[in-house]
Every structure is written in C-alpha cells, then in structure tokens.
C-alpha cells in the first residue's frame, strides 16, 4: 500500500461513515501507512474525501474527522468544494453511474476542484523552494 501512494499524484478517499467516525478497516490502513515514524506516506500527498450515507448529514462528521487525522499527517487537503452526499438508490443506475444530474453535477465539479488542487500542491511539491536541499547539499533560502 505504501509503494502505491508513493506512485500516486494524490489520494481521493471515497467512504461511508460508521458510528460519526472513519470505519475501522479505512482507519486502521491509514495508521498502516503513516509509519514506522518517519516513512508517514501522506506527507505533502495531495487528497480529497468523498463520503455517501444513506443518513441526510451523507458522512460530514466521518469528513470532519478525516481532515483532523489528514492534517496530523501534513497531507495537504481539497477544503472547497466539500461532497457529502446523501444516498438514494433513485439516483443511480444498476451498473453505478449516476442518474440524477444535480449529484452528477456536484461530482463534475468536485473533481475538476481536486484535479487542478492535486497539480497546485504537486507544483508546490517540485523541488527548488525553500527549505529544499540543493545538489551540493545546501539548503535552499530566501
Ligand atoms: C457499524 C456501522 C455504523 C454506521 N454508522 C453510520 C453513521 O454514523 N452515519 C451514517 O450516515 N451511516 C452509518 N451507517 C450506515 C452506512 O452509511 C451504510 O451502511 C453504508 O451504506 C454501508 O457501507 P458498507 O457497505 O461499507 O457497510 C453505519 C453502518 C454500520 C455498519
């Protein structure tokens, strides 16, 4: 799992909410992935959430507690726009696409946000700001 969040541009969690909090299967891969200390994976990594429930709130206080985990392990996250999204199976076809098009919409627009998000921070990411080390082992400032 660590080898695959390395390769990624960025990490889209998509999840339910269970009990108001991140269910325990998804908690426990994250506190896999943030060690041993010092190799935490979601360093600097670019993430988004997503979350459906069929509960009217659809997983804001699971969100909210994502982003208090997300931001102890300094993973930079998309804070607008936010999608919490209420489940209705009306509005969604046997094969998973959405039928509805206000949540087709919201979705759209979400991950245009996320995908110009993820190239802002991977920008910021590049090497050559401060604090950076040089190839002669200097550090970079201003
Ligand atoms: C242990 C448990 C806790 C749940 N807690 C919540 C909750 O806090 N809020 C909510 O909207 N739905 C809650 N649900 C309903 C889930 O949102 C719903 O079951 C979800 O569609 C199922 O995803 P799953 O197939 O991964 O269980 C809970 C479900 C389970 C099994």
Excluded: C
């Amino acid at each position: 799992m660590k080898d695959a969040i390395a390769a990624s541009d960025g990490i889209l969690f998509v999840s339910p909410e269970y009990n108001r909090s991140i269910p325990g299967a998804l908690k426990n891969a994250i506190d896999w992935g943030s060690r041993p200390w010092g190799t935490n994976s979601f360093a600097r990594k670019p993430t988004g959430i997503i979350g459906t429930s069929p509960g009217s709130i659809g997983t804001a206080v699971m969100q909210s507690s994502m982003r208090s985990v997300l931001s102890f392990l300094d993973a930079p996250q998309l804070n607008a726009p936010e999608a919490y999204i209420k489940f209705d199976p009306a509005s969604y076809n046997e094969d998973g696409s959405v039928r509805d098009e206000g949540t087709a919409s919201l979705l759209r627009h979400y991950m245009e946000e996320y995908s110009a998000f993820v190239q802002r921070v991977l920008a910021a990411n590049a090497p050559g700001h401060i604090g950076d080390e040089h190839p002669d082992g200097a550090k970079l400032t201003r």
